[in-house]
């Protein structure tokens, strides 16, 4: 910027500033200085000090201003810095709050997937139980229907073929009796039509009827012992068609012991899915417990913003308070000037002052 001079009246005299800088901003330093000036005057014996000491007296009060102002600056920038700070902190616990969250969510995700095929393989357990009980069921029905149809098989043929023994048994007996009994009134017949001859004769045809009927009661009672050798024979059938009702009913016996393995593997399959319903209500109490953190981490981010906004509108209360006091002093250094000018007349130009930039800058 090219380089400019600037008329300024600076404790009652007028000077002529060359600088770069804009004429508002010389203007305000040069009403900064005469309200240094006129305060300093306004002191009690300030004016009787010599004009040395008054600018000492000056100087050192520009000086304490812009080390204060100085001292100001850094605690702002300091506060800044804080501030800052705090915000990156805020913005980092809000990222690895999100990521948590993030977290959070996929584990929800993996939890409700996992219940999901918790419920699926329940479901399937069920399912294979229920077909597992019906099939036993049937399997059992089937059984036991076969095993009470081979029963009563076997029950009808032995009680046939025992009657049709004992039947058959009884008939022969009864046709042997009646053989021999009628080959021993033959003989008895033929003995006494004999004896009507000769008596001699007769008893000796009598004692070898007598000898031929005992041995066909012999052969008689050798064919009723044989009749009864089968029928014994027929009993032992009997008695083995009963073992085989014994082995039926020992097959039905283990069934109902299959039966009851399966009914322990239906329990067990029940206590699983029991287990299964168990481990559900835990993952539901857990998805709760993560809605819960879930909401307690809003409200902390909540919390947090509010705090945020807090420290933000603070420092914008802050930032407005200070520049309302430097416009509220620019002010008053105004008016003081105003009034100084209007209480003292307008003296000459006293001549041409160069200062520096650096001097400008202060």
């Known amino acids: 910027m090219a380089k400019q001079y600037i008329d300024v009246l600076i404790d009652g005299k007028v000077y002529s500033l060359g600088g770069s ?8 330093i040069a009403t900064y200085l005469n309200g240094k000036i006129f305060q300093l005057k306004a002191q009690p014996g300030f004016l009787k000090m010599p004009e040395d000491y008054q600018s000492i007296m000056t100087y050192l009060n520009l000086a304490d201003d812009y080390f204060k102002e100085k001292e100001s600056a850094k605690a702002l920038a300091s506060d800044k810095e804080s501030m800052e700070k705090e915000t990156y902190r805020l913005k980092h616990e809000m990222v690895s709050t999100q990521m948590k969250l993030e977290s959070l969510r996929n584990e929800r995700t993996v939890s409700e997937e996992e219940l999901e095929t918790a419920k699926k393989a329940a479901k399937e357990a069920a399912e294979q139980a229920e077909a597992a009980k019906n099939e036993v069921q049937a399997q059992i029905e089937r059984v036991k229907k076969e095993a009470q149809e081979q029963i009563e098989a076997v029950k009808k043929t032995a009680q046939e073929q025992v009657e049709s023994a004992r039947k058959e048994a009884q008939e022969q007996i009864e046709r042997a009796k009646r053989e021999v009994q009628d080959r021993v009134e033959s003989a008895e017949k033929a003995a006494q039509d004999r004896a009507a ?28 012992n044989d009749f009864r050798g089968e029928a014994e024979v027929w009993k032992q059938e009997a008695e083995d068609q009963r073992l085989a009702v014994e082995s039926s009913q020992s097959e039905i016996a283990s069934l109902q012991d299959k039966l009851e393995i399966l009914k322990q593997q239906l329990e067990e399959a029940r206590q699983a899915a029991t287990a299964v319903q168990t481990e559900k209500s835990q993952l539901e109490a857990h998805l709760m ?59 000459k130009r006293q001549g041409t002052v160069e200062l520096k930039d650096a001097i400008l800058r202060l």
């Not at 209360?317 to 008016?335: K, N």
């Open 21 to 28: 800088e804009t004429e508002g901003y010389v203007q305000q």
């Open 197 to 224: 001859r000769a008596e001699q004769t007769a008893r000796e045809q009598a004692e070898a009827a007598k000898k031929e009927a005992l041995e066909q009661i012999v052969d008689a009672k050798k064919e009723a």
């Open 289 to 347: 417990q993560t809605e819960q953190e879930k909401q307690s981490v809003k409200e902390q981010l909540s919390q947090l913003e509010q705090e945020k906004q807090t420290i933000k509108k603070d420092l914008e209360e802050s930032l407005q308070e200070a520049g309302a006091a430097r416009e509220e002093l620019a002010a008053v250094r105004q008016a003081q000037v105003e009034a100084y000018m209007k209480r003292k007349p307008f003296p």
